[in-house]
């Protein structure tokens, strides 16, 4: 039979549909770095430039300089669009104004830092959409990304550099990219940069070298940026070749496809297609041709074929299964399509004069392949034992039906009314043809054994009816006897091949429900966000899907116990458990039909992950012998497959989070421990000493140094009170047993109570209070909100220098009042300014000395939650200092103040 090429020189259709996607989209350029500091920035505003002298109409819509002189130069002579502001508690921050870049409509935007997250009250949440917005609308852009920022690299970049990068990109948008420059830069030369404060100020660039940039990390996400950039090209060079119907390959990437077939030594095949992709550094993929033959393949062979797909699934093959005809020119055209440029197959297995005949799949590939280089393996019988079934299956229990085969005499009965009427007008060698029509029927609607009946009663039907002599089962005639031969075995022909496709079109309906429910499965799994919900849907998935009872069990303390079922239920038997632990421990099917432990009620199967085994699956019903067809353990194979990928999936976030929650256990008591013994032994130290003196000199001592030891006494004391009453304040947040008195009061008056109690502290500052007579009355607790405004004026003074003033202001905004205490200090570091709010967290004072306890802050922001209103850190803008907002919702039904007096006025305390 010629080779069928039709199709071979025609354009990818997917590829022609990803190209038309493209039409009328602008064009994204990334240019992707391996850290920050490389030179996207630089390299984007000098492609920018490069532009610009082509007379393109180029924008800056935002780009970081981060006070880097080269850079800042670079951006003089560009049109940029200005940023809009955004108030986020009481802050203005810059963002992307993207409704002026769209009404400006320029060829060519500029936009820096992809993965930036937008200030709430954005109209997306991260600039990336922003980006897509954009480029809907035509408009390209040019834009920077770091390689830690990758979604799918998140959890590779975090193991090398110890650094959870909060701030990702999916990896679509990387492979929406028309264009990616890789901006490459060896270790030794950022670490270069770093060290003459090119990337960094100095003191944080020391820190940085340290920990982040160190040559090692910058070296593995410098691989990374690396082969990501050479997997997106891969991918452009592969929809290049498809969309103008180009013949590979081109061996420009290496890619490895397998041969998978039920044939002996298919594993062996399979990991030497892992083991040369590996060395190669490739994408593999296990291919499987379907063809007409397949469906008459035995259970053994389709078990096997199904364990081997399988098996390269869960060693990283990418698993294939084609239609086709001509197993060798199917393999060979798709590897030709996709750019493959070797290919594994087994070694001839037919006898010689097999091959003659039914020709050899080895030598077709030789032959046809071309340029790609195909590996012949001599595998083993060695991986039987791996490929074979431990559970016996249960026979396929088709019970006889006797209406196909009244079908089948109604459809002859029919045929021969109509050929006796049509006897009258026709040959008789002609009415064959009315006879032939209803064993085609037969063969449709009932298949191969009611085809076979009628096509043998339609052949006595036809001798005995219009055969001379008629009315006997005699044939007189010699032509005849042959028209009846030939009538018999184009009808046994015929409806073979029709029971055939009405075989295989009984088994692609099964195949597609039996998808469609794995797909929902699947799609319910990925919605389950908790153990229970998992195991929940997989019980009632396997048992409805199979008719069976199902129980599910889990490793816990050591043993394992049952965790969900379906229909509910939560006991077994001593077999039953001696069972399932058997099956969990050796990862191996025990009990019913099983070769260990076959006394037991249920089958208890393992559910592993390509790591181990995680769970067992209990099954029974109330016949006797094995549960499940061969048909029905593959299908809980692939049902159990993707639930203990589910299950594995909630167990490792729980384990993340325990770690999360056992190191910031551990950092808080590292940091209790630090202040107990800073914070509590300071002032018992103080004390011990004054009254100790006190105890033995106080005779001889002048009553002005008595004095002064006892109000260091006082003073120390206070100072302890303040840190029992700050951990005693911090335990009742976080038990949430913080409940406020609530009462309506006006701000200035609890100020005025906050600053008396402050006064020693506020002593050496000179103190500034504005608060207006007229704001609105809050619902609030006042000794609460004292407390908060006590320890941001001691968190004020501690911060600031002698001498420097202190000021406290208040104002109405939008139906809240603002209350704000700002210092004259050095301010807050910007990595900082969140982090402040955090419990025992202490920012360095300048002299590098840790000043308060850490918890101040931290109650203030506890304390202000819980009355409603929310509280946060900035850094002044019209000189140095900090800024402390707090925002106080104003009650819907308020009493309005009149006579209040006049505004409050200290200048100094």
């Not at 400006?104 to 936009?111: E, F, I, M, S, Y």
């Not at 404060?197 to 820190?207: E, I, S």
């Not at 592969?238 to 490895?256: C, D, F, K, T």
């Not at 393992?606 to 061969?630: C, E, F, S």
Request: aromatic share 6%; hydrophobic share 45%; net charge negative.
């Amino acid at each position: 039979m010629p080779e069928d090429r039709s199709n071979e020189n025609r354009p990818s259709p997917d590829a022609l549909l990803e190209h038309a996607e493209r039409e009328g989209r602008g064009r994204l350029r990334i240019f992707l770095g391996a850290a920050p500091g490389v030179g996207k920035t630089y390299e984007m505003l000098m492609s920018g430039r490069a532009r610009l002298a082509d007379g393109i109409d180029v924008v800056i819509g935002v780009v970081e300089t981060h006070g880097r002189k080269e850079t800042q130069a670079l951006v003089e002579g560009y049109e940029v669009i200005a940023r809009r502001k955004v108030d986020y508690k009481g802050r203005f921050l810059d963002e992307m104004d993207i409704d002026a870049i769209l009404a400006r409509r320029p060829a060519l935007v500029l936009v820096d830092e992809l993965a930036h997250t937008n200030a709430p009250g954005s109209r997306h949440p991260k600039r990336y959409l922003d980006v897509q917005e954009i480029l809907a609308r035509g408009i390209d852009v040019y834009t920077t990304l770091n390689i830690q920022h990758v979604e799918s690299l998140n959890d590779v970049v975090a193991q090398i550099t110890r650094v959870r990068v909060r701030e990702t990109v999916p990896d679509s948008i990387i492979d929406q990219a028309d264009d990616v420059e890789i901006i490459d830069l060896t270790p030794d030369d950022l670490i270069k940069r770093l060290e003459e404060g090119k990337v960094y100020f100095p003191n944080t660039a020391q820190r940085a070298i340290e920990n982040y940039f160190s040559s090692g990390n910058l070296t593995a996400l410098r691989e990374l940026a690396l082969r990501r950039t050479a997997q997106r090209v891969d991918e452009q060079l592969l929809n290049h070749m498809q969309s103008h119907a180009i013949q590979g390959p081109w061996a420009a990437g290496e890619r490895v496809l397998v041969c998978v077939d039920p044939r002996p030594g298919g594993a062996a095949r399979i990991r030497y297609a892992r083991r040369l992709a590996d060395r190669l550094r490739a994408p593999w993929t296990a291919l499987h041709v379907d063809t007409p033959r397949s469906a008459g393949m035995s259970e053994e062979d389709k078990d096997r074929l199904a364990t081997l797909m399988r098996l390269a699934e869960q060693l990283g093959a990418e698993a294939t299964t084609i239609p086709g005809q001509n197993v060798a020119q199917d393999i060979v055209r798709h590897a030709t399509a996709n750019n493959f440029t070797h290919i594994v197959v087994g070694r001839p297995t037919r006898s010689r004069w097999r091959e003659l005949i039914e020709g050899s799949l080895t030598y077709d590939l030789i032959r046809n392949a071309g340029d790609i280089s195909v590996h012949v393996i001599s595998g083993t019988e060695r991986d039987a034992e791996a490929t074979s079934r431990r559970v016996k299956a249960a026979a396929e229990q088709k019970q006889f039906q006797i209406w196909p085969y009244l079908l089948a005499t109604t459809y002859v009965a029919g045929s021969l009314a109509l050929s006796a009427v049509l006897d009258q007008f026709l040959d008789v060698r002609n009415l064959a043809i009315v006879f032939l029509l209803g064993v085609l029927t037969s063969a449709v609607a009932g298949g191969l054994w009611p085809a076979l009946y009628a096509c043998f009663l339609s052949a006595l039907a036809f001798n005995y009816f219009f055969l001379e002599p008629r009315y006997t089962l005699t044939i007189r005639d010699p032509e005849s006897i042959v028209a009846l031969a030939v009538f018999l075995a184009v009808a046994v022909i015929a409806s073979n091949l029709a029971a055939r496709m009405q075989r295989q079109a009984v088994a692609a309906r099964s195949r597609a429900r039996a998808t469609e429910d794995i797909y929902l499965f699947s799609k319910k799994l990925a919605g389950a966000g908790t153990l229970d919900d998992v195991l929940w849907a997989t019980a009632f998935q396997i048992a409805s899907m199979l008719k069976l009872r199902v129980v599910l069990l889990l490793p816990e303390n050591g043993t394992i116990t049952v965790k969900a079922g379906y229909p509910p239920d939560d006991t077994l038997a001593e077999a039953d458990i001696a069972a399932a632990r058997w099956a969990w421990e050796h990862n191996r099917a025990a009990g019913r039909g099983a070769d260990t432990l076959p006394g037991a009620k249920r089958l208890y199967l393992p559910l592993r992950t390509g790591r181990t085994a995680i769970g067992v699956v209990g099954l029974d019903n109330d016949k006797q012998g094995p549960l499940l067809t061969p048909e029905q353990q593959r299908l809980l194979d692939a049902l159990a497959d993707q639930a203990a990928v589910a299950i594995e999936r909630i167990q490792l976030v729980a384990d993340v989070d325990r770690a999360k929650l056992a190191a910031e256990a551990d950092r808080l008591r590292s940091a209790l421990l630090t202040s107990i013994s800073h914070d509590l032994k300071t002032p018992l130290s103080a004390i011990m000493g004054a009254a100790g003196t006190l105890k033995e000199f106080a005779p001889d001592l002048p009553e002005q140094d008595r004095a002064e030891l006892l109000s260091t006494v006082i003073d120390e004391s206070e100072r302890l009170n303040r840190f029992i009453a700050n951990l005693l304040d911090m335990t009742k947040i976080e038990s949430g047993a913080m409940e406020p008195n609530y009462a309506l009061h006006y701000v200035g008056d609890v100020v005025g109570t906050a600053l008396n109690r402050a006064r020693k502290i506020t002593s050496g500052h000179k103190i500034e209070v504005d608060i207006p007579p007229d704001l609105p009355m809050l619902k609030l607790d006042p000794v609460l909100f004292e407390q908060v405004l006590f320890n941001l004026l001691d968190n004020a003074s501690k911060y600031s220098p002698p001498g420097s003033t202190i000021r406290v202001q208040g104002w109405a905004d939008n139906g809240s009042v603002m209350v704000q205490i700002m210092d004259e200090g050095l301010g807050i570091p910007a990595q900082d300014l969140e982090r402040v709010f955090d419990t025992f967290y202490r920012v360095r004072k300048g002299d590098q000395v840790r000043a308060g306890t850490g918890l101040g802050l931290s109650i203030c922001r506890g304390f202000v939650e819980s009355m409603g209103g929310t509280i946060s850190a900035a850094n002044r803008t019209d000189r140095l200092g900090a800024a402390f907002t707090i925002r106080m919702p104003v009650p819907t039904e308020a009493p309005d103040i009149d006579n209040r007096g006049e505004e409050t006025s200290m200048d100094q305390l």
